[in-house]
Every structure is written in C-alpha cells, then in structure tokens.
T-cell receptor, first 112, second 114 residues
Framework: DAGITQSPRHKVTETGTPVTLRCHQT?????MYWYRQDPGHGLRLIHY???????DKGEVSDGYSVSRSKTEDFLLTLESATSSQTSVYFC???????????FGPGTRLTVT | AQSVTQLGSHVSVSEGALVLLRCNYS??????LFWYVQYPNQGLQLLLK??????LVKGINGFEAEFKKSETSFHLTKPSAHMSDAAEYFC????????????FGGGTRLMVKP
C-alpha cells in the first residue's frame, strides 16, 4: 500500500469553527490531491498541489484552502465550517511520470 | 471537459454470475482509464488501468476491462462473482494533462447475493 496517512480519521465540529485536515505521504510523490466524497457524486476534486507551495483549485474549492510547505504534507483547511461540508475527505498522491492516484484511508467530518 | 458516466448506481448479481459494470467517457484526447474499488470505510484501491497498448487489461481479483475507442467505453467484467466482490466501483479518466488529474464517475455499488 502507498504510504499515505490522514489525520484525524473522524471529527465532529460545530458550524463556524475552523478545521484542518492533514495528509502525510512517505512516497516523495510530486502531486497531492484533496477530494470529497458524497453519495451520488463520486469523488470531487477540492484542491491539488504540484509541488511545495504550488497549489491550484479544483471543481469544488469554495470554502476550502490548502497549504503545502513540505513535500510530504498537504493540509486542507475549512476556515469556517458549514453543514454542507459534512463529508468524507480523501487525500491522494501521484508520481510525476504516472497518472494513477493512490488514496489515503479518508477522514469522516461531521459539521453540526 | 471530460465526463464519466457509470450506468447503474446499484448492480446486484448472484454469487458465481457474471459481473458487468458499465463506464462511458467523453474526452477530447485519447484518455488514460482507470477502475478503482472501495470497500466499506476504506479508501479507493486501484483495480486496473489502461494507458496504451493492449485494449483488454487485467487487474487484481480476477477483474478485467476492455477499452473500446469507437464506443468510448471501458466496461469492467469478472466471469464469476464472489461475495468478497461486494463494494463500490469507480471509473475514472485522465486527459493526460498537467496535474495528472482524474475525473471520476458517480460510482456503482455491487451487491452479491448468495
């Protein structure tokens, strides 16, 4: 299995609070991604990174920000959580020379 | 823009029966194609991929898929379903552009009846 961990694995938070999810990889891969998974929608890309300090928006980026200060870590921040951000969040990584992505175990976030 | 359509959000088969999960895509360039499997409360696991070469590709757990350019399809099959195949399956496409990004279909939940 690809060396990807996500923390926390489960989180319950209240509307309006900030939340940060962490993705950590040990593969030294260039690309990292954050997705959200909701029933009927498959996986939708939130943000991605193509290198340290290099990030870009995905399909559903509103309300989210990201940072990548080291190759191995990619953080997803919800500045002010809303109930619509209740979801399962997955991190993925990909090497520079291949197109398949490898996924972490996911974080289940509930915003009450 | 790419899109991926998986026909049937739920598919039910009997143990030992043929599994057929359908995937159609739209892409402006020859795509790379993937199938992923997700077991309950887990992340996605790569099942198989098509990049170039032989259009029939074999993956893990006895699954295979055939890339048919004329039909813009990449259907997933397995000759004989096993109870352990019950999971959600996702088809994804890459246009091989910058960022190595994938576009996913909505997923198909496979149920296997004893």
């Amino acid at each position: 299995d690809a060396g990807i961990t996500q923390s926390p694995r489960h989180k319950v938070t209240e509307t309006g609070t900030p939340v940060t999810l962490r993705c950590h990889q040990t593969e030294n891969h260039r690309y990292m991604y954050w997705y959200r998974q909701d029933p009927g929608h498959g996986l939708r890309l939130i943000h991605y990174s193509y290198g340290v300090k290099d990030t870009d928006k995905g399909e559903v980026s509103d309300g989210y920000s990201v940072s990548r200060s080291k190759t191995e870590d990619f953080l997803l921040t919800l500045e002010s959580a809303t109930s619509s951000q209740t979801s399962v969040y997955f991190c993925a990584i990909a090497g520079a020379s291949s197109y398949e992505q490898y996924f972490g175990p996911g974080t289940r976030l509930t915003v009450t | 823009a790419q899109s991926v359509t998986q026909l049937g959000s739920h598919v039910s088969v009997s143990e030992g029966a043929l599994v057929l999960l359908r995937c159609n895509y739209s892409s402006s360039v020859p795509p790379y194609l993937f199938w992923y499997v997700q077991y309950p409360n887990q992340g996605l696991q790569l099942l198989l991929k098509y990049t170039t070469g032989a259009t029939l590709v074999k993956g893990i757990n006895g699954f295979e898929a055939e890339f048919k350019k004329s039909e813009t399809s990449f259907h997933l099959t397995k000759p004989s379903a096993h109870m352990s195949d019950a999971a959600e399956y996702f088809c994804a496409v890459s246009d091989r552009g910058a960022g190595n990004m994938l576009t996913f279909g909505g997923g198909t939940r496979l149920m296997v009846k004893p």
